[in-house]
C-alpha cells in the first residue's frame, strides 16, 4: 500500500478490526511506527530522570481535577476576562456549530484564505472541509500537517501528525504536490516548505489556531509550539481565531508551568519547546503587529456528557501530550489511522466512543492489551485501563448506560450462551449429564468458533470428565474414601 | 437556550452531584536553591543543547561583540527597535558601520513584505531568563513588536546574567504575572525547529534558523 493510497476518510472505527490487520501485514507502517515509538520512549524517559516524576505527576493531575470540579464557574470567568481583554468568545454545543461560527467570522471579514497552527479540536469537527466547502481555503502550517494535508490524508499522531512518512514519501508528496526535487536531504525539504508557507502567512487573512491551556483567572491563551508556525498564524493575519475544547481551561496563572513542564516533557522527551506563547488580547493601540480581532471558540461535542459521571470525568484530565500512545503495544504496531478516528491510541479508544458513539466505536475499548503502559505514563495520572475496561462493559450493555451507544456490542447468542451455561453450573445433575453427552459426542463439537479459532485450536470435551476420572482414581487407590455426594460442579478437563 | 447556557446548565447539573477540588502543592516546580553561577551555567548548557548560541559580553563592551557577530554572520540589514537602551546603543554603537538599521516601529502593514524579505536579523531585548528550561521571556512592546523575534532568520537576544531566575514558576511568581498579563508574553527556547520528517531535525523551519544570547555581565569598576 503506498502512502497516496490512504485517502482522506477512507479509516473508519467500524472497520478496526480490518485496518488493524492490513497495518499488521504493511511492513513499511510497522518499521515506521516502531523506530518512532522506541525512540520517543526513550526520550521521555531520559528527559524526566532529575525530577521527582511521581509528586509532578500528581501535581498535574491535581490541577486538571481542581479546573474540572470548578469547570462551569471557570469557564465564565474565563469568558468574562477574555471579553475585558477585547477576545470575543463563542460557544458551540457540538462541531458543527464550531464550524458555523467560524466560518461565519470568516465570512463577515470577507476572508478567502486562512492559515491553521495545530489543533486537535478543529481536526475533530471537519474544519478544513467544512470551510473548503464554504469557498475559504483552510491551509496548514505546522509542518506535519502541511504533509499530512498535502497527500490527503489526516493525522495519525496527535503530536507529530506526519510519523506515519518516512522521508522518502514525504520527497515524493512534496514532489507530486508542490515540485520539490527528489531528495532526502531534510534540510532542503524544510527550506522548501518554509518559502512555500512563508507566502500564505503573509497572505492570509484569518489565522486559526487551537490553544493548549486557557487560564480562567488572566484571560490568556497558551500555545505550545517548536515551529514558530503557531506564532505566525497567531501574530501575522489580521484576525486570530482560536478554537479550544471546553476542557481546556485551568484556573490560575500558576497552574501552567507544572502542566506546561508535564507536556513537553511526556509528548517528545523535550524539557521545553521552542516557543510558549502566551495571548491575552488583540492588538492595542499604539502596538504595531498582531491581529486586530481575537476570537475563542469553546466547543463541547461530547465533552459536557462525559462530565456527567464521576469515572468517565478522568478523561477530560488529558493535556494531550500522546505519551500513552508512544507507550501502546497496539499503537506502536498498528499506527493511528487504524483506529479510523481523530484521536487515536489508548487516549482516543476512551474518547472518541463520547464523541460518536459506542456503536460506532465498540471495537476501540478492546483495541488494547491491557497492560497498563498507558495509565504508567500519563502525566496527570488518568486510569486509562480502568475506563478502557468501564467502556468494554458499556459496549456489552454492563456498565451505567449512560455512554452514546451503551449496548451497542450486546450479542444476543452471547448472552444466552451464557445464561445456560450459568443455569447448568448450578444444576449438578444437569451438568452431570451434559458432560457425559458432551463427552460421548465430542466429535461432533465443530472445528470453528467464530474469531475465537483464527489462532486457536477448536476445544474438544474429553470422552471421560475429570469429575469421573478423579472418582475412578480414588476408587482404585482409597477404596474406603468416599467422595462427597454433593458439591459445586464437576470440573471440566480441558 | 444559547449553546453557552445549555453547556453551562449541564455542567451545572452533573449527574453524580458536585466535585470536589484538591489542594496543589507546587514545591515541586520552584525551591531551586542555584547559586548565581549555577544559574548562569544551567541556562547556559541548557539553551546551546537546543542549539542556541552564547557569547559572554560585559555591559560596557556588548556593542563591539554585536558588531562581530553581525560580520561574521555576513548580516547587512538588522532590524531593531529605538527607545529601548539595548536598541538605543546598538543603534549608537553601529552608526557608520555599513550595517543597514531597519525601524520596526512601525505598523506591520506597512511593511510586511520587506519584514519577511529583506531583513537578515532582528536584535531584540529580554526581560529574564530560566534557568531550568534554558529559556528567555519577552514581553513584545511597541518598540519591539512579537514578529521581531519572528520573522527575521537571525535572532539576536540581549539578556542580563543577573535577570536569570531558576525556574518558570518562578518568573511568574516573583514579577506578578498573572497581575496584568501583556498581550504577548513569550518565552524562547532556542531557534525555530521541526522533527515532523522522519524524527530527523531541522531548524529555521518558520522562525529564526539562529538564536544568538549576549549573556551581560556587569563590568566592574575601572575594568
Known amino acids: 500500500m503506498s502512502a497516496q493510497s490512504d485517502s482522506l476518510h477512507t479509516f473508519t472505527p467500524q472497520a478496526f478490526h480490518r485496518q488493524a490487520h492490513d497495518a499488521l501485514g504493511n511492513p513499511q507502517i510497522r518499521a515506521n511506527f516502531r523506530r518512532a515509538m522506541d525512540g520517543l520512549m526513550a526520550k521521555r524517559r531520559d528527559v524526566f530522570s532529575d525530577w521527582d516524576l511521581e509528586t509532578l505527576r500528581e501535581l498535574g493531575a491535581n490541577i486538571r481535577l481542581r479546573a474540572l470540579a470548578k469547570l462551569p464557574t471557570l469557564l465564565e470567568q474565563l469568558e468574562a476576562n477574555c471579553e475585558a481583554n477585547g477576545i470575543r468568545v463563542h460557544w458551540a454545543e457540538d462541531g458543527e456549530q464550531a464550524c458555523r461560527i467560524i466560518r461565519e467570522l470568516c465570512e463577515a471579514r470577507g476572508a478567502k484564505s486562512v492559515i491553521k497552527g495545530k489543533s486537535m479540536v478543529s481536526e475533530e469537527m471537519h474544519l478544513n472541509a467544512h470551510l473548503e466547502a464554504a469557498g475559504i481555503t483552510a491551509l496548514e502550517s505546522d509542518l506535519g500537517e502541511y504533509l499530512v494535508q498535502l497527500n490527503e490524508q489526516t493525522p495519525s499522531h496527535i503530536i507529530m501528525p506526519a510519523i506515519h512518512l518516512n522521508t522518502d514519501e514525504i520527497s515524493a508528496i512534496m514532489q507530486a504536490k508542490t515540485g520539490t526535487k527528489k531528495t532526502r536531504d531534510v534540510d532542503y525539504m524544510t527550506a522548501a516548505a518554509r518559502a512555500q508557507l512563508r507566502e500564505r502567512f503573509m497572505a492570509a487573512d484569518v489565522g486559526i489556531s487551537g490553544v493548549n491551556f486557557a487560564v480562567a483567572e488572566t484571560g490568556t491563551l497558551c500555545l505550545v509550539e517548536n515551529e514558530g508556525n503557531g506564532r505566525m498564524t497567531t501574530a501575522v493575519p489580521p484576525m486570530h481565531i482560536a478554537v479550544t475544547g471546553i476542557e481546556k481551561v485551568v484556573e490560575r496563572l500558576r497552574d501552567v508551568p507544572p502542566l506546561y513542564a508535564l507536556l513537553t516533557r511526556s509528548a517528545t522527551g523535550q524539557h521545553v519547546t521552542t516557543y510558549f506563547n502566551m495571548i491575552s488580547s488583540p492588538r492595542k493601540p499604539g502596538e504595531r503587529d498582531g491581529p486586530e480581532e481575537v476570537h475563542l471558540v469553546l466547543v463541547d461535542n461530547g465533552r459536557s456528557s462525559i462530565y456527567q459521571d464521576d469515572e468517565l470525568l478522568d478523561t477530560l484530565r488529558c493535556i494531550r501530550c500522546g505519551a500513552c500512545m508512544n507507550h501502546c503495544p497496539v499503537y506502536t504496531r498498528v499506527g493511528g489511522h487504524t483506529y479510523g478516528t481523530t484521536y487515536p491510541g489508548p487516549i482516543g479508544s476512551i474518547l472518541m466512543p463520547h464523541m460518536l458513539g459506542l456503536e460506532a466505536t465498540k471495537d476501540l475499548p478492546s483495541a488494547s492489551s491491557l497492560c497498563g503502559a498507558c495509565g504508567e505514563v500519563c502525566p496527570v495520572k488518568i486510569p486509562i485501563p480502568d475506563l478502557l475496561v468501564r467502556l468494554r462493559k458499556e459496549a456489552a450493555g454492563e456498565g451505567r448506560g449512560n455512554v452514546k451507544g451503551a449496548g451497542a456490542k450486546r450479542s444476543r447468542k452471547e448472552v444466552a450462551a451464557w445464561k445456560s451455561w450459568q443455569w447448568l453450573a448450578t444444576h449438578p445433575s444437569a451438568w452431570r449429564g451434559s458432560t457425559k453427552l458432551a463427552g460421548k459426542f465430542s466429535v461432533l463439537t465443530p472445528s470453528r468458533l467464530g474469531p475465537w479459532t483464527d489462532h486457536r485450536t477448536s476445544p474438544k470435551p474429553a470422552k471421560t470428565s475429570l469429575h469421573v476420572l478423579v472418582q475412578q482414581h480414588q476408587a482404585q487407590t482409597a477404596p474406603s474414601a468416599k467422595l462427597p455426594a454433593k458439591g459445586g460442579p464437576a470440573k471440566e478437563e480441558s | ?223
Open chain 2, 1 to 223: 437556550m444559547s449553546a453557552r447556557d445549555t453547556i453551562l446548565k449541564r455542567l451545572r447539573e452533573r449527574m453524580d452531584g458536585p466535585l470536589t477540588a484538591p489542594e496543589s502543592n507546587f514545591a515541586v516546580v520552584t525551591h531551586r536553591g542555584w547559586s548565581g553561577e549555577e544559574r548562569l551555567a544551567r541556562f547556559e548548557a541548557m539553551i546551546t543543547s537546543v542549539h542556541g548560541e552564547v557569547i559572554h559580553v560585559t555591559d560596557s563592551d556588548w556593542t563591539a561583540t554585536l558588531a562581530d557577530v553581525l560580520n561574521r554572520k555576513s548580516i547587512v540589514r538588522l532590524a531593531l527597535g529605538r527607545e529601548h537602551p539595548v536598541a538605543w546603543a546598538a543603534r549608537e554603537a553601529l552608526a557608520g558601520s555599513g550595517i543597514e538599521l531597519i525601524d520596526v516601529d512601525r505598523d506591520v502593514e506597512s511593511w510586511k513584505r520587506e519584514q519577511f524579505e529583506r531583513v537578515d536579523a532582528g536584535l531584540t531585548s529580554t526581560r529574564g531568563a530560566i534557568a531550568e528550561t534554558g529559556s528567555l521571556w519577552l514581553w513584545p512592546t511597541p518598540d519591539e513588536p512579537r514578529l521581531l523575534s519572528l520573522v527575521p532568520p537571525v535572532h539576536i537576544a540581549v539578556l542580563d546574567a543577573d535577570a536569570i531566575e531558576d525556574t518558570f514558576f518562578d518568573v511568574i511568581e516573583a514579577h506578578r504575572w498573572a497581575d496584568g498579563m501583556p498581550t504577548n508574553a513569550l518565552l524562547i527556547s532556542g531557534p525555530s525547529k521541526t522533527a515532523d520528517i522522519e524524527q530527523t531535525l531541522a531548524y529555521g523551519v518558520h522562525g529564526p534558523k539562529e538564536l544568538v544570547v549576549l549573556v551581560r555581565h556587569t563590568s566592574r569598576k575601572g575594568a
